[in-house]
């Protein structure tokens, strides 16, 4: 199973990128999806994450300028960033709980996509 996270780049603060990420594999069902980031020299933080059903949350620091989404039919997530700010510039990761079979559950890591917002 592998997760391939894609759309990040350098953008101004104020403006827009989103972030894609798919799961490929012997995959039986995706449970919880998320995205997780880390900045130089901070612990990586939760920044939203979505159930199968659909229910969302979110971080403090990005409610009302980032939503997640999701397309289980894609085995994929989506970040949508909006206002970006410097302070979220981070290499941002993708995160999924896969079952791979009717007994068995891991948590995946994507391999991250560089997000860098200038002031």
């Known amino acids: 199973v592998q997760l391939q996270a894609s759309g990040g780049g350098l953008v101004q603060a104020g403006g827009s990128l989103r972030l894609s990420c798919a799961a490929s594999?012997?995959?039986?069902?995706?449970?919880?999806m998320a995205w997780y980031r880390q900045a130089p020299g901070k612990q990586r933080e939760l920044v939203a994450h979505?159930?199968?059903?659909?229910?969302?949350n979110y971080a403090d620091s990005v409610k009302g300028r980032f939503t997640i989404s999701r397309d289980n039919a894609k085995k994929s997530a989506y970040l949508q960033m909006d206002s970006l700010k410097p302070d979220d510039t981070a290499r941002y990761y993708c995160?999924?709980?896969?079952?791979?079979?009717?007994?068995?559950?891991?948590?995946?890591w994507g391999q991250g996509t560089q997000v860098t917002v200038s002031s």
């Open positions: 594999g012997s995959i039986l069902t995706i449970d919880d």
């Open positions: 979505i159930t199968t059903g659909g229910t969302t």
């Open positions: 995160n999924a709980l896969i079952r791979i079979s009717i007994t068995t559950r891991y948590t995946y």
